[in-house]
T-cell receptor, first 114, second 112 residues
Framework: DTAVSQTPKYLVTQMGNDKSIKCEQNLGHDTMYWYKQDSKKFLKIMFS???????INETVPNRFSPKSPDKAHLNLHINSLELGDSAVYFCASRQVGAGGNEQFFGPGTRLTVL | SQKIEQNSEALNIQEGKTATLTCNYTNYSPAYLQWYRQDPGRGPVFLLLIRENEKEKRKERLKVTFDTTLKQSLFHITASQPADSATYLCALLAGNNRKLIWGLGTSLAVNP
């Protein structure tokens, strides 16, 4: 029944490794997002896809690569992890044009880079 | 530069009182502003949206106002309860209407 799900919930890894976070939404929404929330709790958008097309690509190192195999999934792959990548990563979705315009968030993935 | 500011200090109030949280912004002309609640270890949850042509919106014990002249939104929780304790985030739509810009949030603690 979970609307927006992410895996894994926790990810602890060494510097220099490559890792992926997966996101799925069962709301039928056409737009999905990746956000990074740092230790100061600032929520910053990273990427957005609409119907599998990249529409927002903020100033994010190119070690981060999003992939949307279909409109229900948006994965995030991170190469050569650095200490500064430690944060909570949230996936979100919304339906463009819907009256509410609200975004639905997943539970977050806490990434710790050692 | 474009900024969104929320009360940085935590707000502590007594149960039953009204909590008022502030969101100020500069250099934006947002089409709408949203308020979300975030509990520790969880993602934000949408509460209310108010459009630029609306002065006030209510939902149960929640009320949001939007003053585009002052560039400010106020978020009120009336008859507050300990279960209302959380961080409240405001976000406004900017940049060709494609992304939300978020405030840092205000932590609210309602004491029994």
């Amino acid at each position: 029944d979970t609307a927006v799900s992410q895996t894994p919930k926790y990810l602890v890894t060494q510097m220099g490794n490559d890792k992926s976070i997966k996101c799925e939404q069962n709301l039928g929404h056409d737009t999905m997002y990746w956000y990074k929330q740092d230790s100061k709790k600032f929520l910053k958008i990273m990427f957005s896809y609409n119907n599998k097309e990249l529409i927002i690509n903020e100033t994010v190192p190119n070690r981060f690569s999003p992939k949307s195999p279909d409109k229900a999934h948006l994965n995030l792959h991170i190469n050569s992890l650095e200490l500064g990548d430690s944060a909570v990563y949230f996936c979100a979705s919304r339906q463009v044009g819907a009256g509410g315009n609200e975004q639905f968030f997943g539970p977050g993935t806490r990434l710790t880079v050692l | 530069s474009q900024k969104i500011e929320q009360n940085s200090e935590a707000l502590n109030i007594q149960e039953g009182k009204t909590a008022t949280l502030t969101c100020n912004y500069t250099n934006y002309s947002p089409a709408y502003l949203q308020w979300y609640r975030q509990d520790p270890g969880r993602g934000p949850v949408f509460l209310l949206l108010i459009r630029e042509n609306e002065k006030e919106k209510r939902k149960e014990r929640l009320k949001v106002t939007f003053d585009t002249t002052l560039k400010q939104s106020l978020f009120h929780i009336t008859a507050s309860q300990p279960a209302d304790s959380a961080t409240y985030l405001c976000a406004l739509l900017a940049g060709n209407n494609r992304k939300l810009i978020w405030g840092l949030g205000t932590s609210l603690a309602v004491n029994p």
